[in-house]
């Protein structure tokens, strides 16, 4: 009788997720030619601006001026277009159906990185923006003794929810990101984040980027 009255169901008919914070990892296909471009043309540059260090969330490591995206190379071009589609992308799936076609023009700022081994970046955010995001360029193999070596983390925006933490589950209040080149990160701006120390050969090249989006009248 009991057993009549707890009955078997699909949990996912009942299961609402409210205030989610949306993250995008896309892995952007065919990139290998691309990567090698903008590697190419990121290690130039650092090597012509070595002096005119810019830090920002960087300990360690170089970060070029924040204008990658007006580049006018071909390259930065494909960059630029694969920003707006995957941010166009995630638009459509956000907005409310107002029964109302709906544009918007996205103003992108953008940065590259170069980490090598021991270079990290520091808890912190983008703001005077929407979404934030990152393109990884070069393939790299950190010391699988370094804890989450080179590792991009995010932090649960949520006040005290590391209070009911439960391991292995997206109850979880940290969550790491891996880094292949040709993925492209997208999530809200005002989320922590951080990179973890990159230990370990080569160069972990990647393109970071801040995206405000303005809707047209």
Known sequence: MVDDLVPDFDIRKSL???????VVAHDWPDSDAHNAELQALILGKEAEESQNQVVRS??????????????PEPCIEVFRRRIEKLV?????????????????????????????????????THPNCMFSGV?????????????????????????????????????DARAFFENPPGRMLLWPSWVKHMVHPYVGDGERISIAFNVNVLEQS
Do not use: C, K
Request: proline letters at 4%; glycine letters at 8%.
């Open 16 to 22: 609402f997720m409210y205030f989610a914070t949306h």
């Open 58 to 71: 960087n300990a360690g490591g170089w970060q070029s001026s924040g204008n990658l995206i007006q580049w």
């Open 88 to 124: 166009s992308s995630l638009l459509q799936e956000l907005i409310r159906d107002t029964g109302q076609d709906r544009s918007f023009q996205l103003m992108i700022d953008s940065w590259a990185n170069v980490n090598r081994s021991n270079d990290y970046n520091i808890v912190h």
């Open 135 to 171: 393109y990884y360029v070069t393939h790299v193999d950190p010391d699988p003794n370094a804890p989450h070596g080179g590792l991009l983390e995010m932090l649960d925006p949520r006040e005290a929810a590391n209070y009911v933490q439960v391991a292995g589950t997206v109850l």
